[in-house]
């Protein structure tokens, strides 16, 4: 069976530094994808960033770089320059390709970023 | 990236009623949708999974008859809530994916109060 592991409920990082959020994963298929989603207070999921299994390099979008451990089974995210806007709830989340493309979430990490 | 609108954003209802949400894939077609169920404070659990014109996969420990799911075009999944209780107050999120599309994308998310 397919597990996500976050094991920060909360975080606090001061505005302008970078965080590491951790994500460890458990899954016997060699397809799959990895993403990181931010939740604000309003609810809405917004996409941050994605990994596919086959990639050769960590992906990296703006701000946000995904460091990918194949073997360690590990995904976390790290976010730069840290801003105030970016306070939220993190999800780490897994989708198997051969199970439909369910996406499978983690626990989720609170980030408060301190002025 | 692809929009997903869902609707209502909140509602309010009375113990014993059914409720009904909507979730709209506006620039796409959207294959297969997904809803979620959120708790404060808690990640999103996976309900049930819906194809178009296909009847819907539910998760284990979901009811069926309680959380009707109807995907019967390609831009459009609605889920019902029968006979709501207080305990099925909770945040419900729908994601939406095209057959193209790597990753999923989410609507606004519905507020469900039972009161």
């Known amino acids: 069976a397919q597990k996500i592991t976050q094991t920060q409920p909360g975080m606090f990082v001061q505005e302008k530094e970078a965080v590491t959020l951790d994500c460890t994963y458990d899954t016997s298929d060699p397809s799959y994808g990895l993403f990181w989603y931010k939740q604000p207070s309003s609810g809405e999921m917004i996409f941050l960033i994605y990994q596919g299994s086959y990639d050769q390099q960590n992906a990296t979008e703006g701000r946000y770089s995904l460091n990918f451990q194949k073997a360690r089974k590990s995904a976390n995210l790290v976010i730069s320059a840290s801003q105030l806007g970016d306070s939220a709830m993190y999800f780490c989340a897994m989708r198997d390709l051969n199970q439909g493309g369910k996406l499978i979430f983690g626990q989720g990490t609170e980030l408060s970023v301190k002025p | 990236g692809a929009v997903v609108s869902q609707h209502p954003s909140w509602v309010i209802c009375k113990s014993g009623t059914s409720v009904k949400i909507e979730c709209r894939s506006l620039d796409f077609q959207a294959t297969t949708m997904f809803w979620y169920r959120q708790f404060p404070k808690q990640s999103l659990m996976l309900m049930a999974t819906?194809?178009?014109?296909?009847?819907?996969?539910?998760e284990q420990g979901v009811e069926k008859d309680k959380f009707l799911i109807n995907h019967a075009s390609l831009t459009l999944s609605t889920l019902t809530v029968t006979s709501a209780h207080p305990e099925d107050s909770s945040f419900y999120i729908c994601?939406?994916?095209?057959?193209?599309?790597?990753?999923?994308?989410f609507g606004q998310g519905t507020r469900l109060t039972v009161v």
């Open positions: 994601s939406a994916r095209g057959i193209l599309n790597t990753e999923a994308f």
């Open positions: 819906s194809n178009e014109g296909s009847k819907a996969t539910y």
